[in-house]
């Protein structure tokens, strides 16, 4: 494990304290505490909504070109068709954003990649960016990464931030045996280990302050919306069995994701390194030098062929 100082300004040695609930909060959580006594399904049903939803406000963002880029069609998927394509004659890698975010997020890494002779892809998630929708589910993300990586043909590395970095393993893990091989290198950047511990923490954090009695509810709603339970989505599990080289990047006082869930990464996953930096936060770490060039370093070495696969081969 490697620091990597920012030339940013150091984060204070302890988080800063949240800041107080406003009036809003405050009123949604006496109504989850009363929902909790009178109606827990019910308040359950609103509160996974709550954590279902993608944006804050508005609707989605309008189609706007990326400087250099060109759009690649996304088969099979109802909620993404398509995204974005700067060619080139290498390899491709896969840029895939976080939840709330969407594909300009990752756009600092496109050059760099470039430069090395490789071909950069990226989209926006279901209800992300210029897609449909204020809100999704983790099935919806984790299948429109899928149905990229089947319509591009030769993504042989993927790089994940957040939740995103979910998203990327579990495709990955469903993808055909075809192209599961074809990825070489995976990166995890400020990524949380399963969905589980992030409902948590969003549900007990200052803002929420959810009764258990609606948290238990959630997890019963998302699994309808699902089909699967939360503990599904665990990188731990769901990348066990992956022997790729994964280079996990987490700020050590990221205030979204602690960096114990990258220690927890280190731990579980077979061919994988941890790069640790200082004064990034959660998302900023996308835009630092230092860390665009760890990483390009880290997929340059491996000396990718372009061996191409044939889009939408099963």
Known sequence: MTDITSPSPRLSQQP??????????????????????????????????AFGRS???????????????????????????????WKNDGPTVLLVHGWGSDSSS??????????????????DAPAHGESAGNKTTMTRFVAAVGAAIKSLGNVQVIIGHSLGSIASVAAVAKASPEH????????LIAAPVSLSTVLERWANSHQQQLPRTVTDRIYDR????????VSHWDISVLGAAMDVPVLVVHDELDPVVPLTEAQRLLRSLKNVRLEQTSGLGH???LSAAPVKELITRFVGDARLTSTKLESGND
């Open 180 to 187: 599961a091989r074809a990825v070489q290198r995976l990166v």
């Open 222 to 229: 998302l699994l309808v919306q699902n089909g699967v339970p």
């Open 16 to 49: 800063a304290a949240p800041p107080a609930p406003g009036i809003g909060a405050l009123l949604a959580q006496a109504g989850y505490r009363l929902g909790g006594r009178l109606a827990p399904k019910l308040a359950g049903r609103i509160a996974a909504d």
């Open 55 to 85: 944006r804050s406000k508005g609707g989605r963002t309008e189609f706007r070109m990326p400087l250099g880029a060109q759009t690649f069609d996304i088969a099979g998927n109802d909620d993404v068709r398509r995204g974005y394509l």
């Open 106 to 123: 990752m756009i600092g890494f496109v050059k760099p990649l470039l430069a090395l002779g490789f071909q950069v892809a990226a989209f």
């Open 283 to 285: 998302s900023r770490i």
